[in-house]
């Protein structure tokens, strides 16, 4: 069974930075995809940045030019580094993973932007 763990969420200004971290319990090399969603209360879960095997970078246009998605198949992890963050950052930001047909979350990392 994969698990997937997140870390680095808290409570930032607006205009500040935070970096989350997802650790995975098998190699990163399996997955297909790995990215990160976030799901703000009463809002539908939107993704922010996946990032594919052969390392094609994709971002929702909310956040190009503030986040950065990295990926580290010595350590096993994908990082997402956030920059310039907003009020409208705020959220539950959630890992994830596809591997071959199945599709794997963490459990969530709350990201709080003061303005």
């Known amino acids: 069974q994969v698990q997937l763990v997140e870390s680095g969420g808290g409570l930032v200004q607006a205009g500040g930075s935070l970096r989350l971290s997802c650790a995975a319990s098998?190699?990163?090399?399996?997955?297909?995809?790995m990215g990160w969603y976030r799901q703000a209360p009463g809002e539908q879960r939107e993704l922010v940045a996946m990032?594919?095997?052969?390392?094609?970078?994709n971002y929702a246009d909310s956040v190009k030019g503030r986040f950065t998605i990295s990926r580290d198949n010595a350590k096993n992890t994908v990082s997402l580094q956030m920059n310039t963050l907003k009020p409208e950052d705020t959220a539950n930001y959630y890992c994830?993973?596809?591997?071959?047909?199945?599709?794997?979350w963490g459990q969530g990392t709350q990201v709080t932007v003061s303005s």
């Open positions: 994830y993973a596809q591997l071959g047909i199945t599709d794997y």
């Open positions: 990032i594919r095997r052969g390392g094609i970078i």
């Open positions: 098998t190699s990163t090399f399996r997955f297909n995809v």
